[in-house]
């Protein structure tokens, strides 16, 4: 099962990869957007994540993820078909294209992500649950990093060929997701309506003395670094650099090979790893720092140099907010609580990159580099005083 469940993750997770490459490359490269443009398309991408990622979690929880999973892969086939079906045939790309384009793919990613957490634990290896968060999400590091090599010729082969290779990839992944197991039903219960379901998720969270800070400090990731990475960072390589989809993707390999070995080096110590607030704290502090050096925007190399070890502290608080999350989450809630995980993460996503795009086009690539940094050193200070996050244990 849990063999099956890797590989439906991998066909989804390479096509992700590409994207992170090729949309920002069409929007900032071949449209030469400005600092706002390229923002507002980043938001689109990531926007949706705001109003169905906690939709998408109550459908997971009341349905059955086997089935939904099955659906989103072959709905998240449909965009990239009818892109490359228009670029091949008509030849032209515009902006609003993208828009609707971002919009559409954000929309089925926010309702299969909380569906793809919730199978986990139904297909992870008994008493191995907090490895399996950590071989997972190593995997998708791994998934994203082999389609950003992929996308790293876009300069040469345009993006028609990637995007019909995304479709490929996806429809393979329903080979995969069929030989997965239903989960169990659960217990009969009255079902509150949507928003009443929504409050009852976000209650559970508040309650938990582990739950809330981790979503609080993974809002400020999603709103302070994934932010920037989206929208500050192609356009430094475009004007700073003076690269394209090579330079673009020289970046994304650097950050994202970095999560993979951090996530790898979790996958063997994912049980000594006790005191995981303590872990997500000193991460996301030097994500701060980080953030400062790039900043001073340095030498390319140097510049890749700081992503790379930018990645890896990515890589130790995804897995570790991801881990605490889904131990401590009761199976009746799992897919609401994972949902307002992400949502931490795309939801605060669009955001940022909207804030810092626009303060990129005012102030400047620098300023909204510095920004964020300060606003993160603000909320790691707030949540150390007013959690337990640094004591905190958290076990199987």
Known sequence: MFPAYLAGLGTWFVPLGVQMVLFPWLVAVVLRMDAFAVGVAQA?????????????????DRGNP????????????????????????????????????????????????PTRDALLPVV??????????????????????VGIVCASAADRVGAAPLLL????????????????????????????????????????????EQIWPVLLLNFGVGLFYVGPFMSILPLAVRDVYHGGAAELSYVNFAFWAATIAAS????????????????????????????????????????????????????????????????????THRARLMALFQLGLSGGGPIGAFVTGTIGSIWGLKAAMLFPALGMGVLIVFVLLRSRLWSMRTVE
């Open 44 to 60: 689109a991408l990531m926007a949706p994540s705001l109003l169905f990622l906690p939709l998408g979690g109550l459908v997971a």
């Open 66 to 113: 086997r089935r939904l999973l099955l659906v989103y892969h072959l709905l998240y086939a449909v965009p990239p078909v009818a892109l490359a079906t228009l670029l091949l045939t008509v030849g032209g790309l515009s902006y609003p294209l993208l828009i609707v384009y971002g919009l559409v793919v954000g929309s089925v990613s926010a309702f299969a992500i």
């Open 124 to 145: 992870a290896p008994a008493g191995q649950l907090p490895r399996a968060v950590a071989l997972v999400t190593a995997l998708q590091f791994f998934g994203q990093l």
């Open 165 to 208: 290779l995304n479709a490929g990839l996806l429809l393979l992944g329903c080979l995969a997701v069929r030989r997965l197991p239903d989960p169990p039903p659960h217990p009969p219960a009255a079902r509150p309506g949507f928003w009443h379901a929504i409050a009852e998720g976000i209650a559970v969270a508040a309650k938990s």
């Open 264 to 331: 790898m080096v979790l996958v063997g110590l994912a049980r000594r790893v006790t005191r995981r607030g303590r872990v997500i704290g000193v991460a996301i502090v030097t994500g701060a720092v980080i953030l400062v050096g790039l900043s001073t925007l340095p030498p390319f190399p140097l510049f890749v140099a700081l992503i790379f070890v930018w990645g890896l502290g990515a890589g130790i608080t995804m897995t570790q907010s991801r881990t605490v999350v889904q131990v401590v989450s009761a199976p």
